[in-house]
């Protein structure tokens, strides 16, 4: 991970946890598997997004795509894994999974539903910045990154954590009129989504993102957006202005961004 260190600059002093947010989400974690519960939409979500991170293991690594355990030898990292929602389905698919979350009443919750489920998911109680056991052939971050402080550190520790050869995959809202529309005026205004789970002047443009991941020594190679209507859930779309998910390699290579 030599090549992705000489980007971290100052951040390592930098502690990306928001003690706020810490208070908000612990008041939900027992709710958090429950879902008509205040976690709801995560999971409706969470088909969408784990469709993706198929999609570009399969690509990134030419695996077959009826494989079971296509993460089966490779360590996986999840920040902000909250209680394992996206933990366990990736455990499932067979990778070395390490979960991390900044709200210990998550990882509570986390490791009991996992040891029910017979699952073996190292769940940890603290931050990104926190880890030394990198590297890990693929991390994932998920509707977090507009919860932290300083995005730029936050990625740039996502970036050290991701071994040569491996792929970071993200996903957050856009800062748009319309994810403002979507996400707090109807998602929080009807409870759809818990009230203040969401500050619109936090959201971060897929151009944000993209500049984040680059100077952390990564390179973008694709993205893909996330629509939702209230009658269908949630879908892949072209259309990123309400919610994207990126991809990223370390170097800074330059192939296009499909």
């Not at 919750?109 to 190292?122: C, E, P, R, T, Y």
């Not at 740039?156 to 996400?183: D, F, Q, Y």
């Not at 390179?219 to 919610?243: C, E, H, K, Y």
Request: charged residues 20%; neutral net charge; hydrophobic residues 40%.
């Amino acid at each position: 991970m030599a090549s992705n260190a000489g980007h971290l600059g100052n951040t390592d002093q930098v502690n990306s946890i928001r003690p706020s947010e810490v208070a908000h989400f612990g008041a939900l974690a027992e709710d958090w598997w429950n879902p008509r519960g205040s976690s709801a939409m995560l999971h409706r979500l969470n088909p969408v997004r784990l469709a993706y991170i198929r999609e570009r293991i399969n690509d990134h690594w030419s695996l077959a795509h009826d494989m079971l355990r296509p993460l089966a030898g490779k360590r996986v990292l999840d920040v902000g894994c909250g209680a394992g929602l996206l933990c366990e389905p990736l455990a499932r698919l067979g990778g070395t999974v390490t979960g991390v979350d900044a709200t210990p009443e998550n990882v509570a919750v986390a490791k009991a539903h996992a040891a029910k489920s017979g699952l073996a998911i190292d769940y940890r109680a603290g931050s990104v910045e926190g880890l030394q056991d990198a590297p890990f052939d693929l991390v994932t971050c998920m509707e977090v990154i507009e919860h932290v402080e300083a995005p730029a550190s936050f990625v740039a520790h996502l970036a050290r954590m991701v071994a040569p050869g491996g792929l970071l995959i993200l996903s957050t809202p856009n800062r748009t009129a319309r994810s403002r529309l979507a996400m707090i005026t109807i998602g929080e205004g009807l409870k759809l989504v818990p009230r203040g789970t969401h500050d619109w002047s936090r959201f971060l443009t897929p151009e944000e993102m993209g500049t984040h991941l680059t100077a952390a020594g990564l390179s973008p190679t694709d993205r893909a957006g996330i629509a939702f209507r209230p009658d269908r859930g949630f879908s892949r779309s072209d259309d990123l202005s309400i919610n994207y998910l990126m991809t990223a390699v370390p170097g800074n290579i330059t192939p296009p961004i499909r």
